[in-house]
């Protein structure tokens, strides 16, 4: 079956620091796939997405690559401010369009 | 445009006491999951729904789990009886289509004593 593996955090920087969060991920055919972040209390939220092989995803300064050969979306950051502190969490959609599978979170915290 | 409205926000209830949630997804939007996010992983999905239809349920433990969307629109979960390891948030989503983003909710933290 499908499944998304990310690297463990907790992950923390300063400030203007450079972010990298490490996602592979298991799957038939040819997925797409997303970073959401969650902030402390809420629900998760779409950051970005790539939906085919060499796609880059962008928003708020974050992007991600869809890697095929090597099965990676990792995201990075140039610059990290303190509000993105949060939980991070790549994820796959199957062929068929209908199922979201998670990996299990990345926590950043950014200090000031 | 409104957000998915998931209520209540929090929830402590007894081991083997029932519980249900409610979910209001955004407007026109056909269709409706519902997650478990256990403390510490990534959300799991336990239902979806293509308006009142159910389109996977293959994760739900249907012997303590239902969930409905009777009119296409809103939709509950319920647990009965639940136990110690349903403790977790439960988040609902909504998407135009099956294969669209979806939009998550702010979720329900339900705690078993």
């Known amino acids: 079956g499908n499944s998304v593996t990310q690297m463990e955090g907790p992950v923390t920087l300063s400030e203007e620091a450079f972010l990298t969060i490490n996602c592979t991920y298991t799957?038939?055919?040819?997925?797409?796939l997303f970073w959401y972040v969650q902030y402390p209390g809420e629900g998760l939220q779409l950051l970005l997405k790539?939906?085919?092989?060499?796609d880059k995803g962008s928003n708020k300064g974050f992007e991600a690559t869809y890697r095929k050969e090597t099965t990676s979306f990792h995201l990075e950051k140039g610059s990290v401010q303190v509000s993105d502190s949060a939980v991070y969490f790549c994820?796959?959609?199957?062929?068929?369009?209908?199922?979201?599978?998670f990996g299990g979170g990345t926590r950043l915290m950014v200090k000031p | 445009e409104a957000g998915v409205a998931q209520s209540p926000r929090y929830k402590i209830i007894e081991k083997r006491q029932s519980v249900a949630f409610w979910c209001n997804p955004i407007?026109?939007?056909?269709?409706l999951y519902w997650y478990q996010q256990i403390l510490g992983q990534g959300p799991k999905l336990l239902i979806q729904?293509?308006?009142?239809?159910?389109?996977?349920d293959s994760q739900l433990p249907k012997d303590r789990f239902s969930a409905e969307r009777l009119k296409g629109v809103d939709s509950t979960l319920k647990i009965q009886p639940a136990k110690l390891e349903d403790s977790a948030v439960y988040l609902c989503?909504?998407?135009?289509?099956?294969?669209?983003?979806?939009?998550f909710g702010d979720g329900t933290r339900l705690s078993i004593l």
């Open positions: 729904f293509q308006n009142n239809g159910v389109v996977d």
């Open positions: 994820a796959l959609m199957n062929n068929a369009g209908n199922m979201l599978t």
């Open positions: 790539a939906t085919k092989a060499d």
């Open positions: 989503a909504s998407s135009s289509s099956s294969n669209q983003p979806q939009h």
């Open positions: 407007s026109g939007h056909a269709t």
């Open positions: 799957a038939t055919g040819y997925p797409s």
